[in-house]
T-cell receptor
Framework: DGGITQSPKYLFRKEGQNVTLSCEQN?????MYWYRQDPGQGLRLIYY???????QKGDIAEGYSVSREKKESFPLTVTSAQKNPTAFYLC????????????FGQGTRLTVV | KQEVTQIPAALSVPEGENLVLNCSFT??????LQWFRQDPGKGLTSLLL?????REQTSGRLNASLDKSSGRSTLYIAASQPGDSATYLC???????????FGQGTTLQVKP
């Protein structure tokens, strides 16, 4: 089945650790996105990529990093510089950068312990 | 800067009622508007996509309209069912940046 797969579903991070969230899509989409969702704040854009080997910062990029070495993969690293990383992280993709439908994965819930 | 607002934040209705969810945006220069559904602890499911040149889209009991000039969209749900209980989010593709900007959602509860 075509879709977006995020892993793991739940992730626990100790203070000072970097962790990487996986996002893989087999929809042959060019554009991919990472969002953060906090209760009562809606979805906020962290990073997005419109093509392989290129990505742009979203509204809340500080403390996060990404790579886009392959079309189907867009991993997100939450670094120790992110002071409040506990949140629900959602990955999305669309066929191109504008005008096409966006599809989402099932999310990763990250908790700092 | 594009801002998307959804009213009301929460809504509770009895089963069978027809209802309307509202979405407004501040910059009419959008490429499209998309409605999503989110169940607790889950990802987003796309419901309807309306291109900027369209006025409405329909899927089953759902109908979404778009008035770009006034910066408004509505999602109409006919004959609501308990299974419709979820959070509904609208999002716009704004300008030429490729950013999908979200409202904060309306949490719907349909009581049997």
């Amino acid at each position: 089945d075509g879709g977006i797969t995020q892993s793991p579903k739940y992730l626990f991070r100790k203070e000072g650790q970097n962790v990487t969230l996986s996002c893989e899509q087999n929809l042959n989409h060019d554009a991919m996105y990472w969002y953060r969702q906090d209760p009562g704040q809606g979805l906020r854009l962290i990073y997005y990529s419109q093509i392989v080997n290129d990505f742009q910062k979203g509204d809340i990029a500080e403390g996060y990093s990404v790579s886009r070495e392959k079309k189907e993969s867009f991993p997100l690293t939450v670094t120790s510089a992110q002071k409040n990383p506990t949140a629900f992280y959602l990955c999305a993709s669309s066929a191109d950068r504008v005008g096409t439908e966006a599809f989402f994965g099932q999310g990763t819930r990250l908790t700092v312990v | 800067k594009q801002e998307v607002t959804q009213i009301p934040a929460a809504l509770s209705v009895p089963e069978g009622e027809n209802l309307v969810l509202n979405c407004s945006f501040t910059d009419s220069a959008i490429y499209n508007l998309q409605w999503f559904r989110q169940d607790p602890g889950k990802g987003l499911t796309s419901l309807l996509l309306i291109q900027s040149s369209q006025r409405e889209q329909t899927s089953g009991r759902l109908n979404a309209s778009l008035d770009k000039s006034s910066g408004r969209s509505t999602l109409y749900i006919a004959a609501s069912q308990p299974g419709d209980s979820a959070t509904y989010l609208c999002a716009v593709y704004s300008g030429n940046t490729g950013k999908l900007i979200f409202g904060q959602g309306t949490t719907l509860q349909v009581k049997p």
